[in-house]
């Protein structure tokens, strides 16, 4: 894995987390912590660690960038109909948090 593409899995994974963390029930939480897992599990769980610490509260922020990071995943190899599904999933676990 090159530089520019551990830089953006760590940050799709940084915001997830932030997310999970913040969110407003188990359930999301937990659908949160199901988009990580999938994500680890597309990179062979070689993944940077994820630092949810000083980022925003906001989970509208949170779900912008980690959507936009997500994204630009295509850009380093990762096959688009995968981005679309983990992004569907991103979307489910939103829809559970009641933002």
Same mark, same amino acid.
């Given at each position: 894995?090159?530089?520019?593409?551990?830089?953006?899995?760590?940050?799709?994974?940084?915001?997830?987390? /932030?997310?999970? #963390?913040? @969110?407003?029930?188990?359930?999301?939480?937990?659908?949160?912590?199901?988009?990580?897992?999938?994500? #680890?599990?597309?990179?062979?769980?070689?993944?940077?660690?994820?630092? @949810?610490?000083?980022?925003?509260?906001?989970?509208?922020?949170?779900? /912008?960038?980690?959507?936009?990071?997500?994204?630009?995943?295509?850009?380093?190899?990762? #096959?688009?109909?995968?981005?679309?599904?983990?992004? @569907?999933?991103?979307?489910?676990?939103?829809?559970? #948090?009641?933002?």
């Amino acid at each position: 894995m090159l530089l520019p593409h551990a830089l953006t899995l760590a940050q799709a994974r940084s915001y997830l987390a /932030a997310l999970a #963390d913040q @969110a407003s029930t188990i359930d999301a939480s937990s659908a949160y912590e199901r988009v990580l897992i999938e994500l #680890d599990r597309i990179h062979g769980d070689e993944c940077p660690s994820a630092d @949810a610490v000083g980022l925003t509260e906001d989970r509208a922020v949170l779900l /912008a960038i980690a959507t936009s990071a997500l994204e630009a995943l295509e850009q380093h190899g990762v #096959d688009p109909l995968t981005v679309e599904l983990v992004l @569907a999933m991103l979307d489910d676990a939103y829809a559970l #948090d009641g933002t």
